[in-house]
T-cell receptor
Framework: GNSVTQMEGPVTLSEEAFLTINCTYT??????LFWYVQYPGEGLQLLLK?????DKGSNKGFEATYRKETTSFHLEKGSVQVSDSAVYFC????????????FGQGTILTVHP | DTAVSQTPKYLVTQMGNDKSIKCEQN?????MYWYKQDSKKFLKIMFS???????INETVPNRFSPKSPDKAHLNLHINSLELGDSAVYFC????????????????FGPGTRLTVL
């Protein structure tokens, strides 16, 4: 079955620092890959996605590239803000899983002024 | 005009009780899901329905029974609640069924925090 492994958290950064959250996956077929963000007290929101190898998803200054050769989908942002403090989830679907999302364990990000 | 809504937002109850959580989406989607998020933030799918038909049923105790009266609603009924059922339950929906739904974004509700005492 599919699995997703994320970098252990929590991650604490100062404003304007560079962010990387690592994510690797195992899957049968050709999964689509997603990053979701959960702000305190809220549900999950899609941050970005990529549906095939070498695709780059980007949104709100965040980027992630679908790397089939390393089975990775690392999340990056060049300059984080306090408002980026949230829990970030990497997720994948598989070609035969009817939209079932398999989530990584989540990474808590705290950005200090 | 909330896209995916859940009620109640908070639910506190005693062990052994039976409770329901309701979910509604106004996005016109035909696939809906229930996820459980534990105290360590780990998210796991429980069920998925497509056009009122169950298509994903993960290893979930049969005390949990989803019910989909129509495409826009997916309710979760829990019998004989246990302490370990305490969690946040998220409903989600997506646009199409089958393998192509792999590409489609899932829209999540705000969650229902269930506390079993």
């Amino acid at each position: 079955g599919n699995s997703v492994t994320q970098m252990e958290g929590p991650v604490t950064l100062s404003e304007e620092a560079f962010l990387t959250i690592n994510c690797t996956y195992t899957a049968t077929g050709y999964p689509s890959l997603f990053w979701y963000v959960q702000y305190p007290g809220e549900g999950l929101q899609l941050l970005l996605k990529a549906t095939k190898a070498d695709d780059k998803g980007s949104n709100k200054g965040f980027e992630a590239t679908y790397r089939k050769e390393t089975t990775s989908f690392h999340l990056e942002k060049g300059s984080v803000q306090v408002s980026d403090s949230a829990v970030y989830f990497c997720a994948s679907t598989g070609g035969t899983s009817y939209g079932k999302l398999t989530f990584g364990q989540g990474t808590i990000l705290t950005v200090h002024p | 005009d909330t896209a995916v809504s859940q009620t109640p937002k908070y639910l506190v109850t005693q062990m052994g009780n039976d409770k329901s959580i309701k979910c509604e989406q106004n996005l016109g989607h035909d696939t809906m899901y229930w996820y459980k998020q534990d105290s360590k933030k780990f998210l796991k799918i429980m069920f998925s329905y497509n056009n009122k038909e169950l298509i994903i049923n993960e290893t979930v105790p049969n005390r949990f029974s989803p019910k989909s009266p129509d495409k826009a609603h997916l309710n979760l009924h829990i019998n004989s609640l246990e302490l370990g059922d305490s969690a946040v339950y998220f409903c989600a929906s997506s646009g199409t069924s089958g393998a192509s739904s792999s590409y489609n974004e899932q829209f999540f509700g705000p969650g229902t925090r269930l506390t079993v005492l």
